[in-house]
């Protein structure tokens, strides 16, 4: 049996006969197809009677693209080939049609566009991170280098002042160079989904304090928490938020003025935790908005600040693994960064209650 659906069509576009195939490609009995209209079993009707119509014009239509339905309603992507048929005296009868189903050569069209979409994006991924290694590991390491040269060369002249300096500019680069290794590995753990998630309950007030701390260990403090209650618990992962609020404190602060401050706050819904950062910095610029949080990827704005252009990529998927989100809304003069998680549970976990 020809496993094509095969149609013969009247010239006034009514159904006069059909094979087996295109009974099991319509889930149509026989007999209900014959005398039916040839376009009702298409989900683009119009379209089909373009092509039934093209068909008697030129004689002939070639690969004509249509998808079939089934009363299922399941769809076949199908190509039409028709040609007119004559009687003796060249009488034109009405069109026979042949389908081919062609739904696993799109499929396989579809994962080839892919794979080719996902090689554009690995070597726009490859050129940022040339970019960005070139700047954030190479001038670090220029430094720790120059800094060494000092050390060897003249380390017996200097003070104890000067080798203080050149010691701490070597902390500083190799902190720099430890700091973007790690933001490279953490984005890889969660680009491939193997960052484990374990919640556990913690006092969101000591939480955000000591993330505060860590992004700016030296007094004064330009971070203001407005979040008052110390003995709420929460259940979350506390390890994935660290990651997510670090880095936009660090870009909060990395990317507004020394005199102005950073809104911290948190609020806490049945069901849901959202933690928000405002700043009065430099803001996004509107075109460059729907790259914010790709890879490697930093705002032109943005001047000679360094930057690995991974931070907000990581507080974009570390909320993921909650089943949360990271919004940003920009203002008139800043920006708000917001994150919100589900919470399966809150409690008291102040100790003195």
Do not use: W
């Not at 660090?250 to 948190?266: I, Q, R």
Request: include cysteine; proline fraction near 5%.
């Amino acid at each position: 049996m020809n496993l094509d659906p095969l149609v013969t069509i009247s010239t006034s576009g009514k159904i006069t006969d059909v094979n087996e195939a295109t009974v099991l490609a319509t889930g149509i009995p026989r007999e209900q197809l014959v005398g039916a209209d040839f376009s009702n079993y298409f989900t683009e009707p119009a379209k089909a009677r373009e092509g039934y119509q093209k068909a008697f014009t030129e004689g002939i239509v070639r690969d004509y693209p249509l998808t079939l339905r089934h009363t299922s309603g399941r769809t076949t992507d199908v190509l039409y080939n028709a040609s007119v048929y004559r009687d003796a005296q060249g009488k034109v009868l009405g069109v026979f049609a042949a389908a081919r189903d062609i739904t696993e050569r799109k499929l396989a069209e579809a994962i080839v566009l892919q794979n080719l979409a996902r090689a554009e994006e690995l070597a726009r991924l490859k050129s940022r991170f040339v970019s960005m290694a070139s700047h954030e590991l190479r001038t670090p390491l220029a430094n720790i280098m120059l800094d060494c040269d000092l050390l060897k060369n003249f380390g017996n002249a200097m003070s104890a002042e000067k080798s203080q300096s050149v010691f701490a500019g070597l902390m500083s680069g190799v902190s720099s160079m430890v700091r973007t290794l790690e933001d490279l590995l953490l984005a890889g753990k969660l680009e491939e989904g193997k960052l484990p998630f374990t919640p556990a309950p913690f006092l969101l007030l000591d939480f955000l304090r000591r993330c505060c701390l860590e992004v700016q260990p030296e007094p004064p403090s330009r971070i203001e928490i407005a979040f008052r209650d110390d003995g709420l618990g929460v259940t979350a992962d506390e390890r994935l938020l660290h990651h997510v609020l670090k880095n936009l404190l660090e870009n909060a602060l990395k990317y507004s003025p020394d005199d102005t401050s950073v809104e911290l706050g948190a609020e806490v819904r049945p069901g849901s935790l959202t933690l928000s950062v405002r700043d009065r910095g430099i803001g996004i610029p509107e075109s460059e908005r729907k790259f914010l949080f790709d890879a490697f990827s930093r705002v032109s704005n943005v001047g000679a600040k360094p930057g690995s252009g991974l931070g907000l990529f990581i507080a974009q998927k570390c909320p993921q693994a909650h089943g949360g989100l990271v919004r940003y809304a920009p203002l008139s003069d800043g920006s708000v960064f917001s994150v919100t998680i589900p919470l399966s549970a809150t409690a008291d976990l102040n100790p003195a209650t």
